[in-house]
């Protein structure tokens, strides 16, 4: 394990009470990480169209012998999403490369990343069938890691912060094909054969996800499954859902991992949208529990 010094103590009174704070200011700018960047092409769509959204979220709370008391805090977090997309008859590609990066500091006892993500990938389609059933070939590409490291944070004063993730520690690499049905542009279901690669470039991690001691690399293959729904539903509150699975072979039932999204953004005018976003994981090389993440954000975005 990989210990620092402690720079939070999370049972000091004063930071319990900024808890609610901090989960409302550190929710991403939305566009997710894997079974969540759904890429999806308008039936209108021919040739080339690109896209780039920029989102910022921030909050300060400060008090000063305030009689209900309370806790200062500042938190801000950022993101930005390059996309692009092409369509002709039978063919569709779509690219997507998504950055965030968030961090929280609450009453001077120093800061804490609150998002972190870098997520690339690659979307192919093409229409295999001549009477307009909507069954398609797919292919996908996706890369992730992140920017910054990552602590399990100890309990009391006297526990030393770990180590637990940092720059390519773990990236992941997948890439599956398969046949897709797409009755829609809001709708996507696909079934598949995929590679998964898990590196992780400092090995003394290694053990933490799924990793051999001082392995660095992972190949593994299995079947995927992937369902993406986007659409309106109602006006002007966008409403985002994803399933991916990944079974090993190999690998017991059990062992499949399971990634749900379900992403609520309701827009207040051109500049300002509130975000509501639930994800659910289960990756038994993290861990054997179910993961579970719950952000709320009022922020600022421009799409160009």
Do not use: C
Request: cysteine-free.
């Amino acid at each position: 394990m990989l210990k620092t010094k402690r720079s939070w103590e999370w049972r000091r009174p004063r930071l319990r009470h900024g808890l609610i704070a901090l989960f409302i200011v550190a929710a991403p700018s939305y566009n997710a990480a894997l079974a969540q960047e759904a890429i999806s092409f308008s039936d209108t769509l021919r040739g080339w169209k690109t896209s780039a959204r920029f989102n910022l979220n921030g909050t300060q709370v400060s008090y000063r012998n305030w009689a209900k008391g309370g806790v200062n805090s500042i938190s801000a977090t950022g993101g930005a999403s390059f996309t692009v997309l092409y369509q002709d008859e039978a063919f569709s590609y779509g690219s997507r490369a998504t950055f965030r990066y968030g961090r929280a500091k609450i009453d001077g006892d120093g800061s804490r990343k609150t998002d972190d993500l870098i997520h690339l990938r690659n979307r192919f389609l093409y229409d295999i069938t001549k009477n307009g059933l909507p069954i398609k070939l797919f292919g996908n590409v996706q890369f992730q890691t992140q920017f910054d490291e990552g602590y399990e944070y100890g309990k009391t004063q006297q526990d030393p912060d770990i180590l637990i993730s940092k720059y390519f520690a773990p990236a992941l690499v997948t890439q599956n094909v398969g046949l897709a049905w797409v009755p829609g542009s809001y709708l996507s279901m696909e079934v598949g054969l995929g590679l998964k690669q898990t590196i992780v470039r400092d090995d003394r991690l290694a053990t933490r996800y799924g990793l051999s001691e001082g392995d660095r690399f992972r190949n593994e293959g299995g079947l995927t499954i992937g369902i993406d729904f986007e659409k309106e539903i109602v006006k002007n509150v966008m409403y985002t859902a994803s399933i991916g699975t990944f079974s090993s072979v190999g690998e017991a039932l059990k062992a499949t991992d399971v990634n749900v999204t379900n992403l609520l953004v309701g827009k207040i005018n051109s500049y300002l949208n509130t975000t509501f976003q639930l994800n659910l994981v289960y990756d038994r090389d993290y861990s054997t529990e179910l993961q579970v993440s719950q952000v709320l954000a009022v922020g600022f975005s421009i799409t160009i």
